[in-house]
């Protein structure tokens, strides 16, 4: 599997801040950006992803803003709340080429204090 | 909205013994099925691609013959740990995604699996 760089690993944010998670991934023919949210004990849920021909999707409090010449991707929480406090992961795919496969960043523990 | 139902949510078994998990879409078809593993406070790391009515594509260094994974049908993958060990105790999720490849993949909330 391809990389995809993930960090930090550990991010702590004050209710009301912005939380900002950043990855890379080295292999061009990813395109499909989506970022996961999973609290302890359960499955990642999808959060918002994002194709390589937008450089930013905005859905609610949740942005992903998008650098293709720097292959690079991130993950803003606009006003950040206690319950927004669980470990997120980046990822990517391949879909145009049939490999729907997600790739995984190594994940990021926010943890978002009141 | 797309849900993926695993079961079960956790299982104890003894070294040697075998496990069985299931993968089941509930409110789609879901052609391709994936099977992860992750380990406390790691991320998912991808076992094998399962494709409905064919053999399993396995990612290199995943035993197949001791991840053993059932397509069955258009709702349902299976993957059973057979012989299992200690070494084998893991989060094991699945995920599924409907025919259109542009479709996302919903997740299963995993499976904890401890090996004595």
């Known amino acids: 599997q391809q990389q995809v760089k993930q960090s930090p690993q550990s991010l702590i944010v004050q209710k009301g801040g912005i939380s900002i998670i950043n990855c890379a991934y080295e292999?061009?023919?990813?395109?499909?950006f989506p970022w996961y949210q999973q609290f302890p004990g359960k499955g990642p849920a999808l959060l918002i992803a994002?194709?390589?021909?937008?450089s930013e999707k905005k859905e609610g409090r949740f942005t992903i803003s998008f650098n293709k010449s720097a292959k690079q991707f991130s993950l803003h929480i606009m006003d950040s709340q206690p319950g927004d406090s669980a470990t997120y992961f980046c990822?990517?795919?391949?879909?145009?080429?049939?490999?729907?496969?997600?790739?995984f960043g190594s994940g990021t523990r926010l943890q978002v204090q009141p | 909205g797309a849900v993926v139902s695993q079961h079960p949510s956790w299982v104890i078994c003894k070294s040697g013994t075998s496990v069985k998990i299931e993968c089941r879409s509930l409110?789609?078809?879901?052609?391709?099925m994936f099977w992860y593993r992750q380990f406390p406070k790691q991320s998912l790391m991808l076992m094998a691609t399962?494709?409905?009515?064919?053999?399993?594509?396995?990612e290199q260094g995943v035993e197949k013959d001791k991840f053993l994974i059932n397509h069955a049908s258009l709702t349902l993958s299976t993957l059973t740990v057979t012989s299992a060990h200690p070494e084998d105790s893991s989060f094991y999720i699945c995920?599924?995604?409907?025919?259109?490849?542009?479709?996302?993949?919903?997740f299963g909330n995993g499976t904890r699996l401890t090996v004595t």
């Open positions: 995920s599924a995604g409907a025919g259109n490849p542009n479709s996302p993949l919903h």
């Open positions: 292999n061009t023919a990813f395109d499909y």
């Open positions: 994002i194709r390589p021909d937008v």
């Open positions: 990822a990517a795919s391949m879909r145009d080429t049939g490999r729907r496969a997600l790739t």
């Open positions: 409110d789609f078809q879901a052609t391709t």
């Open positions: 399962s494709n409905e009515g064919s053999k399993a594509t396995y």
